[in-house]
């Protein structure tokens, strides 16, 4: 449980959280919403002890190993070494394995006054060991940086060969293998594709202790958070419901408090205008001192802030030709790597695609190669008639001028906005006031990118290439930005990993998935449904012969010799399978025996026979560890 009493937070004179309390509860999982700026990382930070704030915030009522652990939106440095020993490290396993290892060695060495005393602590060891999972952690370990999107080879690479989104994942990997009390996640879902979101989701909806977590993706507020916590004008407001119907509560809480403050003010004046009109009545006096003191029970509240009200919407441009982009037999690589090979597709006018993958699947390089900026290794690539395209991606941002101001840099466009509509625009984007005076040199990267995005919707255009264009936007500027999206005539194709966004505006869907192209014709929703039946009946080299438009009799004839080796080869792969469970199943039952065995005083009496057992259970787990290994490797 953890205990919040009267928590305030200041920066120099800005109060960030004023007098909040609250209490979590066992098992909760609580959504923290609010504008951008409005504290939700400030009260993350200080319900983890690493800033100073008034009032008490006090955890209680767990005995695992780690009470709290925390995932912030920056990056923390991460050691060099293998990954999956940065895990064991982060979960403590390494460290605990160590004390077990160094308590057998004393136990082989003791002397019989030493040997009572070495036995109780090595079978606390063991027991602490076992309850962090230690003797699992190997496979545990391995399952969670597969639903995270890691490779099984990639957990003895090095932590410092991966890249920026990568270590984020493995910071998040850390932080899982720990199994924290309370688990502490900013914007977790940044660095993440929708298959590995998914496997988060499913992961966190069966997790035993407290989840308090921010984060814009709907989808995953509403599958994961049990109440919502909002933080506005540094109070906290607590909804005791999931996300959507929190948006639901949070109107009609709002409209209940505007007509209370309403009634309030009416009485107020009601009351003063009888104290005017009676104040130098001697017959009315008391009346009117009696009416006054009801003034002091009149509390007047805060004004609701009102909501931006600015609408986003794209220039008019002139209509394409009915094929806007045609691509045949399209490959890419870099050296020997072959991102994806014999890609074919024509997008036709007012087509809302969504293109999906997992990270690295070749989804950027897709639209490279659209929009000029890369080369085909093999095949063509080419826009039809009249096509406008506008491009964004986060590298965007390097072609601003950065010796202008955000002001400047939005007047050096071609648009036909007047200024206060620009300066309306800006405001949706976050830049208001003074701000837009700032040089673009100054900015952050995620302000450099809404800067690009702004300049991008002041330009007339007919076919939108969008990579990633909601990541640094807060939640009433992403909806903006999304049914502005939605009211486009023209075309688009858009790199997202917000769900609820994609299905709503999607009525295509291309995936890359293995260097192999698929394409839906349907929404998102559509297509993870399709996706599912496609795993599930292992139907993958049926359907690239489907998706094929132009094989040759040859080609035809090489496909079938291939399905029947792929057939082939899955008969050969289940029979390695179930074998390689059935020695999975028998070594387990055997581990599960000695580590029953452990607690009999038969053996934890007998050194030797203790040692013996151990010996026996090491093998048995270094046995178990290299079938798992074998198992995800077939699987």
């Not at 983890?48 to 209680?60: A, E, H, L, P, R």
């Not at 060495?109 to 027991?127: P, V, W």
Request: proline content about 2%; some cysteine; hydrophobic content about 35%.
């Amino acid at each position: 449980m953890i205990e919040i009493k009267n928590l305030s937070v200041s920066f120099k004179e800005h109060c960030v959280l004023n007098n909040i309390s609250c209490q979590i509860n066992d098992k909760s999982a609580i959504g923290l919403v609010g504008a951008n700026g409005a504290g939700k990382t400030t009260f993350l930070r200080a319900i983890m002890g690493q800033i100073d704030y008034d009032g008490t915030v006090k955890i209680s009522g767990s005995n695992r190993e780690h009470k709290i652990g925390f995932l912030p939106q920056d990056l923390a440095e991460i050691p060099s070494m293998p990954l999956i020993n940065f895990l064991a490290e982060s979960a403590g396993v390494a460290e605990k394995k160590q004390e077990l290892e160094s308590c057998e060695l004393a136990l082989a060495n003791s002397s019989d006054g030493q040997t009572e005393k070495l036995l109780a602590r090595y079978e606390r060891l063991q027991a602490e060991f076992s309850a962090m999972g230690g003797y699992d952690f190997d496979v545990t370990a391995r399952k969670i940086l597969h639903g995270l999107g890691f490779k099984h080879e990639d957990a003895t690479k090095d932590t410092a060969t991966f890249s920026g989104g990568w270590k984020m994942r493995i910071a998040l990997a850390g932080l899982l293998t720990q199994r924290p009390y309370v688990l502490l996640l900013d914007e977790p879902t940044n660095h993440l594709d929708t298959e590995s979101m998914e496997w988060l989701e499913d992961y966190l909806t069966g997790y035993t202790g407290i989840i308090i977590f921010v984060s814009h993706d709907r989808h995953f507020l509403d599958k994961i958070a049990k109440k919502i916590f909002e933080i506005n004008n540094a109070k906290l407001e607590i909804y005791s419901s999931g996300y959507e119907q929190y948006l639901i509560d949070r109107i009609a809480r709002l409209e209940s408090a505007m007509s209370e403050r309403e009634a309030n003010i009416k009485k107020r004046e009601e009351i003063m205008a009888l104290a005017d009109r009676f104040r130098y009545k001697a017959t009315k006096a008391k009346m009117v001192q009696s009416r006054l003191k009801q003034l002091d029970k009149i509390v007047i509240g805060e004004e609701t802030p009102k909501e931006r009200t600015v609408k986003l919407v794209f220039p008019k441009c002139e209509a394409s030709g009915r094929v806007v982009a045609k691509a045949s037999n399209l490959t890419k690589s870099f050296g020997q790597n072959q991102i994806f090979r014999n890609v074919s597709f024509e997008i036709e006018r007012g087509e809302k695609i969504a293109l999906v993958g997992v990270n690295g699947a070749g989804k950027s390089t897709l639209l490279r190669l659209l929009e000029g900026i890369l080369p085909p290794t093999g095949g063509t690539v080419s826009l039809g008639h009249n096509v406008r395209m506008a491009y964004f991606s986060q590298e965007s941002a390097q072609n601003l001028d950065y010796d202008h101001t955000i002001w400047q840099e939005v007047c050096n466009t071609a648009s036909l906005l007047s200024p206060q509509e620009k300066r309306n625009l800006l405001g949706a984007f976050l830049f208001s006031g003074e701000a837009i005076e700032k040089p673009v040199r100054v900015l952050s990267g995620g302000e450099k990118s809404r800067l690009a995005m702004l300049k991008m919707l002041l330009s007339p255009s007919n076919f939108l290439v969008l990579d990633e264009p909601t990541n640094h936007l807060d939640s009433q500027t992403k909806e903006l930005f999304c049914q502005a999206l939605l009211e486009y005539d023209g075309t688009i194709i858009i790199v997202s990993h917000d769900r609820e966004f994609l299905d709503a505006l999607s009525n295509r869907v291309f995936e890359i998935r293995d260097g192999i192209f698929y394409d839906y014709h349907g929404n998102y929703s559509y297509f993870v449904e399709r996706r599912k039946e496609k795993l599930a009946s292992q139907s993958q080299v049926t359907n690239e012969k489907k998706s094929s438009t132009s094989q040759t009799k040859e080609e035809r004839i090489r496909e079938h010799e291939e399905y029947k080796r792929h057939a082939q080869a899955e008969a050969k792969k289940n029979r390695q399978l179930g074998k390689l469970e059935e020695e999975i199943s028998l070594l387990e039952a055997r581990q599960e025996t000695l580590t029953q065995s452990q607690c009999t005083p038969e053996v934890f009496s007998d050194m030797q026979r203790s040692k013996e057992v151990q010996d026996e259970l090491d093998e048995i787990s270094k046995q178990i560890d290299e079938l798992y290994a074998k198992l995800m490797e077939l699987g």
